[in-house]
Every structure is written in C-alpha cells, then in structure tokens.
C-alpha cells in the first residue's frame, strides 16, 4: 500500500495478509511521536470464499451403504452467493449431491447428481460454476455412496461440528451425525462480482427492484424517444425464456413487472438471468438473480 504523507512526501506499507469480508482500519502518523489518528473502517470486497469446517488433518477414512449420502451443512456470509466449487477429501468414487436448507434439514435436490472418482486419497474439485445454483443461507454439500463406482474413502474426524449428516438409503432418511466432521468444503462466489455490459447512459437505461427477488421484481427503463422496444429475459445457458415487452413505445419513463415465470407460466428456478432491453439505437443488459 502506498499513500501520500501531509507535507507531500510519499511512505509505502506492505499490509498483512487481509481475509475477504473482515473489517480492518488504516491509521496514519505525519512524523515521529504524532498520534495516531484512526481513519474510517475498510471492508475487503470478498470475491471467493471457502466453507470449510475441518481441521485439515482426517482421524479416520469411512465409507458406507451404496446410495447413502454424506454431507455437511454450509453456512454462507450474509448476501446472495453462487456455488463454484465442491471439495471432498476422498479416495474412491461417488455422486456429488447440493441440497437446499428446509427447517434445518436437507431438503431440495438443487442438482442432478455429478459422478467424481479418485484413485488416490487427497483434495477432489468438482467445478458447479455452469449449475449457476445461487444461495443466501445454508445448504448443504453432499456425497453418494455408489458402488459401480467403489465405496468412497472420506476423510473423517471423530470429533463432531454440528454440520454433518447422513442419509440412510435403507430407512430413506435423514440424521444428525454428533460425532463426526466430515472433510466436505464449497467455495462460493460473490454474485456482486459477476460482470455486466452496459450500454452509454445517453442513449437508455435500465433498473430491476428488488434485485435478487424471489416473487417479482420491477423492471424501469427511460427511453430518450419513441421507437420499438423489446424486454426479454434470457437464462445462463442464452436461452430466451421470456418475452415481457415488444411493442412501440414512446420516449420517457417506462416500468414492467416480471414474476419469475417464463413465456408459458413456469416459476423458473433459482439462478442468474439476464434482462434485455433491445431499442433502435441501443442493446442493453442487465443481471437479474432469482431466489426462490
């Protein structure tokens, strides 16, 4: 870090390593024996951020029953996160299984299940980045147990973290496991950090409020004349899902309602869509994230 000291002069500081998302404070010093002077809190803008409940080192390898699944509960900052990363220390194969929270239980199946194999034990990543599964709360990392695959080794410590858990394939349920820590981390990214393309202010502009939504969001866009103007909504894929406007309109301020449906009346799933607006001087896009 450099700055500029009151009279002119130039001071450089390396600075500690800093962890995304914890506030630290920059204080400064003109010359010897002057106070320091506390400036305002600085908060990292966290990008990438690892879920990880373990202490690195297993006691114990497990496996269990064909079609069992273990996983562990993550927590999340605060905010609307993207799920990158699964990572598992294994050794051996399995389905790699994200469940959403219900009342402090696994619930929903956000994917269909990935199949990972190792033939040594150590750190395996399973890249989520295309699922586009977006999360403000607990979810839950899990794996399968399968047994054309082999029954997979899982790094274990025996002493437990309230966060894991076992479905059993044969009372087709889920339990609370007091007395473990399973080696199952995530890495989320912040949903802030995902790029846009903007077209000039001068030409139109386009809000969504609230943004992320989870029934209906409003879309306002100001048109500096009349012309024709479409409004789509388009998935992470760059499939068009749905069509809200394509009519002409005339110049000035202008507002729509999206429900989160699609053309045909489906509630779409939770993700990352984009807003188009297409006029006769100018395309413009904008990111919209849906929290069901």
Not at 133 to 159: C, H, K, Q, W
Request: charge should be negative; aromatic fraction near 8%; glycine fraction near 10%.
């Amino acid at each position: 870090m450099s700055a500029n000291h009151q009279g002119g002069s130039m001071f450089k500081k390396r600075l500690p390593l800093i962890i995304a998302g914890v506030a630290f404070l920059l204080l400064q010093s003109v010359a010897m024996g002057t106070p320091v002077t506390p400036l305002t809190p600085v908060t990292p803008l966290p990008e990438d951020v690892e879920l990880a409940y373990d202490d690195g080192t297993p006691e114990v390898i497990i496996n269990w029953t064909s079609g069992s699944i273990a996983a562990v509960r993550m927590t999340p900052p605060a905010g609307t996160w993207k799920i990158k990363t699964a990572r598992y220390l294994l050794m051996g194969g399995g389905k790699v299984r994200i469940f959403e929270d219900d009342s402090g239980y696994p619930g929903r199946d956000l994917i269909e299940g990935i199949l990972i194999e190792s033939s040594q034990m150590g750190w395996n990543d399973v890249d989520l980045e295309s699922y586009s599964i977006m999360v403000n709360g607990d979810f839950y990392v899990g794996l399968e147990s399968i047994d054309s695959l082999g029954r997979p080794g899982l790094g274990v410590d025996t002493a437990g973290n309230e966060r894991a858990w076992m479905y059993d394939s044969i009372f087709e349920n889920w339990s609370y496991q007091k007395d473990a820590t399973y080696f199952i981390r995530a890495v989320v990214t912040d949903v802030v950090g995902v790029k846009e393309e903007l077209a000039p202010k001068s030409v139109t502009d386009v809000n969504c409020s609230p943004n992320p939504f989870s029934q209906s969001t409003i879309i306002s866009y100001a048109l500096p004349q009349a012309g024709r103007v479409t409004v789509s909504i388009w998935d992470a894929s760059g499939r068009r899902v749905r069509i809200l406007i394509d009519a002409n309109e005339a110049g000035g301020n202008h507002s729509v309602e999206w429900d989160g449906a699609d053309n045909a009346g489906n509630l779409l799933p939770t993700g990352v869509y984009f807003l188009k607006l297409d006029t006769n001087q100018s395309t413009l896009t904008r990111k919209v994230v849906l929290v069901r």
